[in-house]
């Protein structure tokens, strides 16, 4: 009788033990423990989370203090970054573009 249900799944039907078999599958391909936010997100964005966060602070110094912080070369090409769009000015601070 187990065998014998079946599952609507994406127009097709697939008996109940097939159908978990896929599952058990995708479940394989999937990582053990999911990528860290910090190491997901653009750095350009975490960057101005960061000074947004702790104003006082430089944003290498804030980021530094992650338990696996970003590479020092990226945070420094990302500062730039945004400086030349505008969003720091010249001392890392938030511009009015970079409050919106």
């Avoid at 078999?21 to 394989?28: L, P, V, Y």
């Avoid at 960061?50 to 420094?76: C, G, I, M, Q």
Wanted: proline content about 6%; glycine content about 2%.
């Amino acid at each position: 009788m187990f065998a014998l249900t079946s599952v609507r799944l994406l127009g097709t039907s697939l008996t109940r033990a097939e159908f978990f078999w896929c599952i058990q599958e995708r479940k394989t391909l999937l990582d053990d423990f999911q990528r860290p936010e910090l190491l997901r997100v653009p750095l350009e964005d975490l960057c101005l989370q960061a000074k947004l966060l702790s104003p006082s602070e430089s944003v290498s110094e804030f980021l530094r203090k992650a338990p696996e912080p970003p590479l020092e070369k990226a945070v420094e090409n990302a500062i730039d970054l945004l400086r030349r769009i505008s969003v720091f000015d010249a001392e890392e601070r938030v511009t009015t573009l970079g409050q919106r």
